[in-house]
């Protein structure tokens, strides 16, 4: 059988639809798939239904041949019983349940947790997850297992349970550099340790896709599933390889932000994650709402088109957005953050406050594109992906408001190719992410900030992070 006959399967769970592909070993598309979720799949949802969801769009692929499936996935837990079945409501990435409890663990446990987890803050997850579950005894004793979104698919499909490096990195009970759990930590805060996965690299194989499940989606009972990651450090993985010498941006709801690294030194503010591939490490972090916000705005004021954006000078008229509408996170990590809208005046209209959203969103990256590469110390690229990208008005800002030149990728779903370069690297059709990247399309189109606008931005940048920091509104 010739290298293009077989197929790779791609799956990439976001919290507005789930996307399937399957790709060729050549790298060829021979086919997509896309179900929509239910509005809020980001906080709260149905991991049922998700299962059923994800099946169906696997099942509207092309029947061929394949030689693994990859699933990426947005954060969040699904706690499970001993058949896999979820015992209570799954939480996406902002599920608030337990952050009253995290809050409330040990200054000196607190501290143990973010060295050994290479965080800069307690955030929402697994570990707030388990602490919420000890408020309900009668719901903790039928949980057997914690897993992300990801991995609860994966087990549904093959029976098998399993993590990767990478997500377990985001539970605050990893020990990060060691790909390990934090036992200790288990131990004091009274957390059953078997209720977490072993920790795979994303390229191991998980198990088969069982006869049941194959019936269900149309794949082939056997096809080997391979442990795969988060959907912005799959896309983060494609984006930059084995390059050190870029940042890379996956923008959709949040703006998920990396730069890779050869060892565990990070900004103070950023987060560490292993990285995809091989043994060097991913500093950053998800921003928050971004595109999130842009979309909610656009929601409430209509259609606006990017000729009427593009004519909006910067600063619209005055009008500021601040994005954070469900808390800040990298870099800022206050969870109590609230969005506002500052300087309206009569003469705004609705491109106005669309704009001044994609100048906030853009600002938000901004801090945290800085902090990893400072100003001054040479002007990384930024490599940008994500459905940002589908509008040239709005590619061009992010140039301008970085003041750096950025490498647009040709392909808007970069976590669902990042999937399947994960399948191919795994199966050996390709032998690292930057063979990949070619063989799967992914090109990169370079845009230079003008020079008159980076300037202008500059200033707005600075009066936008004044305006935030000194406006209560920011704050609940």
Request: proline share 8%; charged share 25%; glycine share 12%.
């Amino acid at each position: 059988m010739n290298r293009g006959a077989r197929c790779v399967v791609a799956v990439d769970v976001g919290t507005s639809a789930v996307r399937a592909a399957a790709v060729g070993e050549d790298g060829a598309l021979r086919g997509r798939a896309r179900v929509e979720r239910p509005a809020g799949s980001g906080e709260l949802f149905d991991a049922e239904r998700l299962c059923t969801d994800v099946l169906a769009a696997l099942a509207a692929l092309p029947r061929t041949p394949v030689s693994a499936l990859v699933v990426s996935a947005h954060l969040g837990v699904v706690a499970v019983d001993e058949r896999l079945r979820p015992v209570d409501e799954a939480g996406g990435w902002s599920d608030p349940r337990g952050l009253d409890e995290l809050r409330a663990v040990d200054a000196e446990l607190r501290d143990a947790l973010l060295r050994a987890a290479r965080r800069p803050a307690l955030t929402g997850g697994a570990l707030a997850r388990a602490l919420a579950l000890r408020r309900d005894p009668a719901v903790a004793d039928r949980v057997r297992h914690l897993l992300s979104p990801k991995d609860f698919l994966v087990a549904r499909l093959t029976g098998r349970v399993r993590t990767d490096s990478v997500h377990a990195a985001y539970t605050l009970l990893a020990d990060v550099p060691g790909r390990t759990w934090h036992r200790q930590a288990l131990a004091a805060l009274g957390i059953d340790p078997s209720w977490l996965p072993a920790q795979l690299r994303p390229t191991e194989v998980v198990g088969e896709v069982h006869r049941d499940a194959a019936e269900r989606c149309g794949l082939p009972a056997g096809t080997p599933v391979l442990a795969g990651g988060p959907d912005g450090s799959i896309g983060i993985g494609l984006l930059l390889g084995s390059d050190p010498g870029g940042i890379a941006d996956v923008a959709g709801t949040t703006d998920v932000l990396g730069r890779l690294l050869a060892d565990t030194a990070a900004p103070p503010s950023a987060l560490l994650n292993p990285a995809l591939l091989g043994d060097r490490w991913v500093a950053g972090g998800a921003t928050g709402m971004t595109g999130g916000a842009v979309a909610g705005w656009r929601g409430l004021v209509g259609p606006v088109a990017d000729e009427e954006l593009a004519a909006v000078p910067p600063g619209a008229g005055g009008l500021r957005v601040l994005p954070a509408t469900t808390g800040s996170r990298f870099p800022r990590w206050e969870p109590e953050d609230r969005g506002a809208v500052l300087g309206q005046g009569p003469a705004h209209s609705a491109a106005h406050l669309v704009r001044a959203a994609q100048e906030g969103a853009a600002f938000t990256v901004r801090e945290g594109v800085d902090l990893l590469d400072p100003p001054g110390s040479g002007r990384l690229p930024v490599l940008l992906a994500g459905g940002l990208t589908r509008s040239p008005v709005a590619t061009r800002l992010r140039a301008d408001v970085l003041g750096r030149p950025v490498l647009v990728c040709a392909e808007p779903d970069v976590t669902l190719l990042g999937a399947a370069a994960v399948a191919l690297v795994g199966t050996g059709a390709a032998a690292d992410l930057d063979e990949a990247r070619p063989l799967l399309g992914c090109e990169l189109r370079r845009v230079e900030p003008d020079p008159a606008r980076a300037r202008r931005y500059d200033e707005l940048f600075a009066a936008w992070l004044a305006d935030r920091d000194g406006t209560p509104t920011g704050r609940t």
